[in-house]
């Protein structure tokens, strides 16, 4: 299944190989990612939602990014491991998706580097915690759409 409105093909913007973090966590040099998953389908659709207020309110975009990213950012600060390095990543992603009013910065950093075939190399977090990441990730970029006034289909 592709998720459009990001970019074809373009993973969950950075969520899909979680080795494009800025830094990567130890042990973390790739994840599961079920392409199938339901929170993959309910997030794809909530990412063009906010895709569609970025273009359509602009201001109403930097106000649902930036309540996502401190959404994010404190969800981040009661986990650990994965789950807190992933929620980081994405909250520094949505803050600065916030701040340019923009949906490029949402956008994958790029392969990350010692992969090959696609392949992420090395230890995986459980589909348990990424299933629970794109979770927490879904409810906040649901609730951001809320609060900026774009009601959910």
Known sequence: MAID???????????????NLPSR????EGMPFPEDS??????????????TLA????????????AIAEDLDNQAGEASGFK????KHMADKFSEASETGSMEALRPDGPPTGQRGG???GARPSRDA?????????????DGLQGSGETAA
């Open 5 to 19: 409105g990001i970019g074809a093909g373009s993973g969950l913007w950075g969520i899909q190989g979680m080795g």
């Open 25 to 28: 966590p130890e042990g973390v």
């Open 38 to 51: 339901a929170q993959v389908s309910a997030l794809g659709e909530k990412m063009q939602e906010l895709a």
């Open 55 to 66: 273009k359509d309110d602009p201001e109403a975009f930097k106000q649902a990014t930036a």
């Open 84 to 87: 807190a390095d992933a929620l």
């Open 119 to 121: 392949q992420a190399m």
């Open 130 to 142: 990424f299933e629970e990441v794109m979770s927490i990730m879904t409810t906040a970029v649901e």
